[in-house]
């Protein structure tokens, strides 16, 4: 069974940087890609980056230069690591995983950036 387990959101002011970090379990990890995804209220989720098996990396142009992904394989885990935080980064950051077509979710964690 897959399960995605966010953190590293909070409350940052803006200019500022956080760390998210998702733990996956199901096996396989180094297999799959993984991604980002925000939904900010209102809003549809968006793509944010991804990683490949390869370690191959995507960004959404609004985040390039300020975000990056990683993930290291023995431990499970991907991270995002976000600086320059702007206040329109505002909203519930989700990790996902791909197997054969299936999505499967993190519970998500909030990034609020506010002075």
């Known amino acids: 069974q897959v399960q995605l387990v966010e953190s590293g959101g909070g409350l940052v002011q803006p200019g500022g940087s956080l760390r998210l970090s998702c733990a996956a379990s199901?096996?396989?990890?180094?297999?799959?890609?993984m991604g980002w995804y925000r939904q900010a209220p209102g809003k549809e989720r968006e793509l944010v980056a991804s990683i490949s098996a390869s370690d191959s990396t995507n960004y959404v142009d609004s985040v390039k230069g300020r975000f990056t992904i990683s993930r290291d394989n023995a431990k499970n885990t991907v991270y995002l690591q976000m600086n320059s935080l702007k206040p329109e980064d505002t909203a519930a950051y989700y990790c996902?995983?791909?197997?054969?077509?299936?999505?499967?979710w993190g519970q998500g964690t909030q990034v609020t950036v506010s002075s």
């Open positions: 996902n995983q791909k197997r054969f077509g299936i999505d499967y």
């Open positions: 199901g096996g396989f990890f180094s297999i799959y890609s």
